[in-house]
């Protein structure tokens, strides 16, 4: 039989979240949904400073999706595309090296040594939290001070840091509510690959490994 359910919003084990999942729920950047990108530490959200290439990369209250230009989407390749200006977050210069360089919106570039890919990397406390860390420069998206709650803050790329109070982890909200379809075979749950589980003894235990990815929850 074929069931379809709405996911909790877990990616694994149960870990703390500081998203009420009952109303926001943290999903994976990487499932190619558009949504926004909230920073653990003050709430506030990734936000393009105008419309025009060259615009720094802040922190700033968040928007309800449909009235902001708060709302991105990875791609497979890392590049990090915002809905209404279509331009793709990246490291100002070329491949620059150092902490405390600004992070802006810029033309999407093809080319192989573009500083326009990142990469995700989870936390270890907290299911829903991640760092963004760029393919060519290996540093991570960073909001400079400590926990500045400042509306306007730009932000930079910097070393990345592991410890939580670090301004390095964000969550992400998709713009919609992903349902995940299961079968079930010999009392078995099978949603596909998802971190790389063939099959699930439970509904629930199949729910949380799915965690809203997107396109990468079968």
């Not at 990616?11 to 999942?21: E, F, H, L, M, V």
């Not at 653990?40 to 720094?56: I, K, Q, V, Y």
């Not at 009235?67 to 200006?85: L, P, S």
């Not at 600004?102 to 033309?107: E, I, R």
Request: glycine share 6%.
């Amino acid at each position: 039989s074929m069931v379809s359910t709405q996911s909790t919003g877990y990616r694994g084990s149960k870990k703390a979240c500081k998203i009420n999942k009952c109303n926001q729920d943290c999903g994976d950047p990487r499932s190619g949904m558009w949504g926004q990108f909230m920073a653990l530490n003050t709430g506030m959200c990734m936000d393009p400073s105008a419309s025009g290439s060259g615009a720094n990369l802040q922190l700033n209250q968040c928007q309800a999706s449909h009235k902001g230009d708060h709302v991105f989407q990875m791609d497979a390749q890392g590049y990090i595309r915002n809905k209404r200006t279509r331009y793709c977050v990246n490291v100002h210069g070329s491949r620059d090296p150092n902490c405390n360089t600004n992070v802006n919106m810029f033309t999407c570039q093809s080319y192989s040594s573009t500083d326009q890919r990142w990469q995700i990397e989870w936390s270890t406390f907290d299911d829903c939290a991640f760092r963004i860390r760029n393919k060519a420069t290996n540093l991570c998206i960073d909001a400079p001070g400590n926990s500045d709650p400042s509306a306007g803050t730009n932000l930079i790329q910097c070393t990345c840091e592991d410890r939580k109070d670090s301004d390095h982890w964000f969550y992400f909200i998709p713009e919609e509510d992903r349902m995940c379809k299961y079968t079930q075979q010999n009392n078995k749950y099978l949603p596909g690959l998802v971190d790389h589980h063939p099959a699930y003894t439970t509904l629930i235990s199949a729910q949380q490994a799915c965690s809203r990815l997107g396109d990468l929850c079968a």
